[in-house]
C-alpha cells in the first residue's frame, strides 16, 4: 500500500488557533485513521499548521520521508500562504482536502489555497467532504492509488531494446519530455544484446521452459518449420536474455522493437513479451511486469501506469479490426497478450490449458511461436497515451472483453490473423468517434474501471484527459 503523509492547516490568528486546535487534531487522527483503514501508512508532522515557520518545517519533514502522496488538510479556515509555502517545501503528487462543517469553513481555506497554488503552477488534486461517507472514503483511496503510480514513475528507467520500428512516430518519444513530464529516464539498449546473451543462456534453462510450456499448453503445434523445439528454445533463450537486461539495468518497464531485424532473422519476440507481461514463468511466480512490442514508448508507459494503479497484468493490442454488425472490435497483436488475460487465473495451469503456441505467420520469416489465446470476459478500462502536436493527452474509454461461445471467437479470430491471441472488445466509445479521435494502432487495459484512477493521475501530470466514452473529464 501507499505512504501517505499529512499536513493540518489552521488559523494564523494566536487567539483562533488554539481556540480550534483541539477540533484540527481531532479531525487529523480521523483522517489518519481512516488512511490505516485503508492499509496506507501515515505520516504525520506532530504539529497542526498556524505559522509559516511551522508550514515550511513540517512540510520539509514530510517531504524527507518520500511519501507517495502528500496531504494539505483543511478542517478549519487555514491562512492560504502557509499552503503555498509548504507546497514549495514538498515534491511528488499533492491533494487538499476538506471537511464539509457548515461551522468551520474548512472548505473555504481549501479553495483560498488551491486558488493560490493554480496561480503559481503547483499541480494538485483537490476533494472534500466527509470521511463518514463511504463515497468519500472511496474517492480518497482513488486519489492515494493515482498519487503512489504518479510518484513511482518519477525516478524509473525505460529500457528501450531497438529503436523505432516500421516507421511508427507513434511508438517514439522525446527522452527529454520524459523525464520533464513524467520523471522517467531511457536507457538506449541494442538488440544484438538480445542476441548475444541469448545464446549464454544454459541448455537445461531453455529445455525446462519448453518442456513446462509443452506440459501445460493446450498445444505445442510444432510444423517442422516455423516452429521447432529448437525455435521454442530460443524464444525462452531471449525471455531469460532480456530478464538479465531488466536486472543488469535497473529497468523498471521495457520495449522492444523486434521487428523487422529478429523477426527476419533470429526469432519473434512473442513468447518472451508474453511472458514478461505475466505473473508467472516456468520458474515460479513473478511481479507482473510491462514489456511492450515494437518498443512502443507511449504504450509502454501506459501500460505502467495501470500496472502501477492496478498491480494486475496489461494488455497489449492493435486495433485490428472492427465488426460493425456486432459492435466488437478485434484487438491482437502477435504473441503481446499475458497469458494471464486467456482465464485470469494466477495459476499458470488454469490460463496455459487454454493457450495454445502456434507457428508464426509469413509476417514473422524467422520463425517461432505465437502464444495464442482468446481473452476471457470481463469489464475492462481503456487507455492510451498520445500526442496531439507537441502535447500529451490520455484517451480513456470504459469497455468490456465480450462473452463469445468457444466456436463464435474462433469463427471472428479466422477472419484476421488466427494464430494470434484475440481480446473480442465492446467499447463505450463511438465507433465513429473512436476512429476518427484515436491516436494510435496500439491500446492498453486491464480489468475493472479504473477511469477515475487515471483522470486523476493525469491531472496531477499536468495531462488532459479525453474521454472518448463521453465520460467526465477532470480530477475525481
Keep these: 500500500m501507499a505512504k501517505v503523509a499529512i499536513l493540518t492547516m489552521s488559523d494564523g490568528r494566536d487567539f483562533a488557533y488554539q481556540d480550534v486546535l483541539d477540533y484540527c487534531r481531532d479531525h487529523e487522527a480521523t483522517l489518519a485513521e481512516e488512511l490505516r483503514r485503508q492499509g496506507h501508512t501515515v505520516l504525520l508532522a506532530g504539529q497542526i499548521v498556524g505559522d509559516s515557520q511551522t508550514a515550511v518545517a513540517g512540510a520539509r519533514l514530510l517531504a524527507g520521508q518520500r511519501p507517495d502522496l502528500t496531504v494539505f488538510h483543511y478542517p478549519v479556515w487555514a491562512f492560504p500562504h502557509f499552503s503555498l509555502l509548504a507546497a514549495g517545501a514538498t515534491d511528488g503528487p499533492l491533494l487538499l482536502f476538506s471537511n464539509m462543517h457548515p461551522r468551520y469553513p474548512g472548505m473555504v481555506g481549501l ?21 463518514g461517507d463511504p463515497e468519500v472514503a472511496a474517492k480518497l483511496g482513488v486519489h ?42 531511457v536507457e538506449e539498449i541494442d538488440q544484438w544484446e538480445v542476441v548475444r546473451r541469448a545464446a549464454a543462456v544454459s541448455p537445461e534453462r531453455a529445455r525446462a521452459g519448453r518442456e513446462w510450456i509443452e506440459r501445460l499448453a493446450a498445444r505445442v503445434a510444432y510444423d517442422g518449420r516455423s516452429l521447432t523445439p529448437e525455435l521454442l528454445e530460443r524464444q525462452i533463450r531471449m525471455y531469460h536474455a532480456i530478464r538479465e537486461l531488466v536486472a543488469e539495468w535497473h529497468l523498471d518497464f521495457c520495449g522492444i522493437k523486434g521487428q523487422p531485424e529478429l523477426t527476419n532473422h533470429f526469432a519473434t519476440t512473442d513468447v518472451a513479451e508474453a511472458f514478461l507481461n505475466d505473473p508467472y514463468d516456468w520458474e515460479g511466480p513473478k511481479a507482473p511486469f510491462v514489456c511492450a512490442t515494437e518498443s512502443d514508448m507511449d504504450g509502454a508507459l501506459t501500460m505502467q501506469i495501470l500496472r502501477l494503479l492496478t498491480g494486475q497484468p496489461v494488455l497489449f493490442a492493435d486495433v485490428r479490426h472492427y465488426h460493425a454488425d456486432r ?30 503456441f502456434l507457428p508464426e505467420s509469413f509476417y514473422f520469416p524467422a520463425g517461432g511461436a505465437s502464444v495464442r489465446h482468446i481473452a476471457a470476459p470481463g469489464e475492462m478500462t481503456f487507455a492510451r497515451l498520445s500526442r496531439l502536436g507537441e502535447r500529451y493527452r490520455l484517451q480513456v474509454t470504459r469497455g468490456r472483453l465480450a462473452p463469445l461461445e468457444d466456436a463464435d471467437a474462433e469463427r471472428l479470430a479466422a477472419q484476421s490473423s488466427p494464430e494470434w491471441p484475440h481480446a473480442f472488445a465492446q467499447l463505450d466509445a463511438p465507433a465513429a468517434g473512436f476512429l476518427q479521435r484515436f491516436g494510435a494502432n496500439h491500446i492498453h487495459a486491464v480489468p475493472g474501471d479504473h477511469t477515475a484512477e487515471l483522470e486523476v493521475a493525469a491531472g496531477l501530470l499536468g495531462i488532459p484527459v479525453d474521454r472518448l466514452d463521453g465520460g467526465p473529464e477532470g480530477s475525481a
Excluded: E, K
Design 144 to 185: 492515494i492509488r493515482a498519487g503512489a503510480a504518479v510518484r513511482a514513475l518519477s525516478g524509473s528507467t525505460f529500457g528501450r531494446i531497438g529503436g523505432r520500428p516500421m516507421g511508427m512516430y507513434t511508438a517514439v518519444s522525446s527522452s527529454a519530455d520524459w523525464i520533464r513530464i513524467f520523471g522517467v529516464d
Design 327 to 356: 459492435g466488437l472490435w478485434d484487438l491482437c497483436n502477435s504473441g503481446q497478450h499475458p497469458t494471464w488475460y486467456a482465464a485470469r487465473s494466477d495459476d499458470p495451469a488454469v490460463n496455459l490449458a487454454r493457450v495454445q
Design 111 to 131: 479553495l483560498a489555497a488551491g486558488g493560490g497554488l493554480d496561480q503559481v503552477g503547483r499541480r494538485h488534486a483537490r476533494l472534500c467532504g466527509d470521511l
